[in-house]
C-alpha cells in the first residue's frame, strides 16, 4: 500500500480487523490497456492503406467507398480507444484491501467499505463489455447498497485471488444460518439450484444427496454429476447462482464431493 493510499483509509477500516491481503493496481494491466489500443489502430490503418495504395486518392468509386467506410471505422475505433484509456487512466489508483472482517475499494470516485456481515449476497460471472466478456463479482449488502468488483475496471494484481476471497469470507458468515435452515427442513435458494433436506433441486428435478456423485465449478459454471449417470446432470452459469461459495460449502459438509475452480481469470 502506497503513503496516498493511507491517508485515504476511513476510520470504519480500522475497525475490520487485521489486514489479509491487499490488491494493488496491476501497473502491467494498465499500461497494456494504455499502449494496446493505438497500437491496434495503428496496424489496422496500416495493413488497410498498404493494401490500397490509391486508398487516399481513391480513382474508382469502389476506392471512394473503401475510404469513407475505412475512416468511419478508424473515427469509431478512436472513439473507443479514447474510452478504454480513460478509464484505465481513471482506475491507476485503485486498491482493494480485505481485512478479518470487511473489505475496502478505493477508486477515483470514492471509498467503499463493508463488513462481511453486512453483505446477503454475492454473483460471480462474465458480464458483456462492447465487444468482450469480464469477469465481475456482484455484492448486495443488507441496507441496499450494491457494489461490484469488475475486471474491467479494477485492474488490480491476482483477480482471481480477490475474488475467491471475498466469497469464501462472506460464505464464512452466511455459513452458520445456513446450517440451521438446512436442519430445521428447509429449502435455500442459490436462484437456479437449490438445496434441500432431500437433495439438489433444479427446476422440477430433485437429485437425492445418496445419488449426488461430484459437483464442480469449472469454467464459470457448476456440474451437477449424477452417480451411475453418463450425462451431466445439471449445468448451471455461475451468473445464475447467488452465494455460490456458500452453496458448495454446504454441499461438501453434507458429504458431496466438491472442487473448486479459482484458476480462470
Known amino acids: 500500500m502506497s503513503p496516498a493510499t493511507l491517508d485515504k483509509v476511513p476510520e470504519s477500516a480500522y475497525e475490520l480487523g487485521n489486514l489479509v491481503e491487499d490488491f494493488p493496481v496491476s501497473r502491467e494491466e494498465l499500461w497494456a490497456n494504455l499502449l494496446c489500443v493505438p497500437a491496434l489502430l495503428g496496424l489496422a490503418g496500416w495493413i488497410v492503406y498498404a493494401r490500397v495504395p490509391n486508398l ?20 469509431g475505433g478512436i472513439a473507443w480507444g ?21 473489505l475496502v475499494c478505493f477508486r477515483l470516485d470514492g471509498v467503499f467499505t463493508c463488513r462481511w456481515e453486512e453483505i446477503e449476497g454475492t ?25 461490484k468488483l469488475s475486471h474491467a475496471t479494477d485492474m488490480v494484481k491476482n483477480f482471481p485471488r480477490l475474488i475467491e476471497l471475498v466469497e469464501r469470507k462472506v460464505a464464512e458468515q452466511l455459513l452458520p444460518a445456513a446450517r440451521d435452515e438446512l436442519r430445521a427442513g428447509h429449502t435455500l435458494d442459490f436462484q437456479e439450484l437449490k438445496l434441500s433436506p ?26 451437477v454429476e449424477q452417480s451411475g449417470a453418463y450425462l451431466t446432470w445439471a449445468a448451471v452459469a455461475t451468473g445464475n447462482l447467488t452465494n455460490k461459495r456458500l452453496m458448495l460449502e454446504l454441499a461438501n459438509e453434507l458429504g458431496t464431493n466438491v472442487t473448486w475452480d479459482v484458476s480462470h481469470a
Not at 486518392?57 to 478508424?74: K, N, R, T
Not at 437425492?208 to 456440474?223: D, L, M, S
Request: with cysteine.
Open 56 to 75: 487516399l486518392a481513391p480513382q474508382s468509386m469502389v476506392e471512394f467507398l473503401i475510404l469513407g467506410g475505412g475512416s468511419l471505422a478508424v473515427l
Open 82 to 102: 479514447i474510452t478504454i484509456i480513460t478509464k484505465a487512466y481513471r482506475n491507476r489508483e485503485t486498491c482493494v484491501l480485505v481485512f478479518d472482517e470487511g
Open 123 to 147: 454473483c460471480e460471472g462474465l458480464y458483456d463489455l462492447h465487444v468482450a466478456q469480464v469477469r465481475a463479482l456482484s455484492m448486495q449488502c443488507r441496507d441496499g447498497r450494491t457494489f
Open 198 to 223: 432431500k437433495g439438489i433441486v433444479h427446476g422440477e428435478r430433485l437429485l437425492p444427496w445418496a445419488e449426488v456423485k461430484a459437483i464442480h465449478e469449472e469454467q464459470f459454471r457448476i456440474t
